[in-house]
């Protein structure tokens, strides 16, 4: 029997609405209450997250249920649908955020932001496993083995997010300093651990905890890191390379796109994340001196102002904050929050302390380092997947994306008052404001 024998039937004319309407909706919600959110000094993903939780159960379904079951109706294949959308726009953002991961500011200050971020991975890290193993069985999703439960919450509890920090660093003008310099790359570290992370837990919550099919885990994962600096270093380059040469402006971008996203297919046929496979392409991307950061600026677009908006929004659907009405899921998430806040702070603090910085630099390492922001949310939608968080586990851990992701802004400005600028720092500053206005001069002539 043949294809043509068996033609597939096109997606049902009622489907196709609701998905058109659901696309629409969110992302325009999401896109002007990002933009709110940006006015009054938060993270974009704080509104476009809200679009969700308005459309959601959180208050569209108990103001108009009828309004909400019929736009969102508990239909598995209908949700997929967006799901499949934004999870295009998941691994272009994480391709895109290991793109700007630069490795030589990582050699520069390598032994210093080990340390930083060595402390701020293992004291969130071991506080979060504990705290997993106390939640209530209420927060874990039905039939979740509780060891992977609670590692899962300790890699979502020492995770940082680079793009919600060089963003509020640019934001800030503290880009340029050495303390916003080694946020950016002990940050950079904790997001590269917590992909590793992440993928081994959701090989271990796919195929189970036994020693054997862990070291098999970590095997692929250590075969994916060689092929990676190898092999696929070599492909990468030449088809990026070919691409930037044909002369066509679109063809960067596209040969992009290919590579992350077959890269994400490898790392997910092999059982470990899809993320994981899209992060490391990215970061090999970046090592392509042929390709100008110019030419894939389109996709940066793309995703940055469609498809992360529409998966944030898409998240926040799945926030149902009726649940904290309850005070013991409430208890519980300020818990959660707690031990966040206070181990990210405590591991990056001493951390900075160790490597020999003063207080007050730690403390800024401290709140850049503890916003959660997008790599969170992303987690936080691995785990429902992969059948580990329930609803409401699953908002708890989003709004710790949210919370720590507002709590950065003031208290890096608070610490950063009172750390002295120096004269590499003066230097570095000038030399960048030159070359932005020799790039402004450049357009702006005939």
Known sequence: MNLADTPVQPIPGHTLLLLLLQVGLLLALGLSLGRLAQRVGMPAIVGELAAGVLLGPSLLANIAPGVSGW???????????????GQIGVLLLVGFTGMHLDLKMV???????????GAGLLVPLALGIWLGFLLPVELRSPGADTTVF??????????????VIARTLIDMK??????????????????????????VVAAMATTG?????????VGYLALLILFAATIGRVVVRAVMRAAHRSGERGRPVAAAVVLIVLSSAGTHAMGLESVLGAFVCGIVISTCKDVEAARLEPLNTTVLWFLAPLFFATAGLRMDLTALADPQIAAWALAVVVVAVVGKFMGAFAG?????????????????LNARGVIEVIIAMVGVRLGLLSTEMYSIVVLVAVLTSVMAPPLLRMAMNRVERTAEEELREHKVLALQGLQAGRKDSP
Do not use: K
Request: with cysteine.
């Open 209 to 217: 905890v036994e020693a054997g099919r862990v070291a098999l885990s």
């Open 174 to 199: 503290l880009i340029h300093r050495n303390v916003g310099q080694m946020i950016l790359v002990a940050g950079s570290i904790d997001d590269a651990f917590g992909w590793l992370m992440v993928s």
């Open 107 to 117: 050699r520069r200050y390598g032994r210093r932001a080990a340390t930083v971020s």
């Open 71 to 85: 736009l969102f109706p508990r239909d598995a294949a209908q949700m997929h649908l967006l799901d499949a959308i």
């Open 352 to 368: 900075a302390l160790t490597g020999r910085m003063n207080r007050w630099e730690a403390l800024a390492l401290g709140a850049g």
């Open 150 to 163: 609670a590692l899962f919450v300790g890699v979502a509890m020492c995770v940082s997010a680079i793009p």
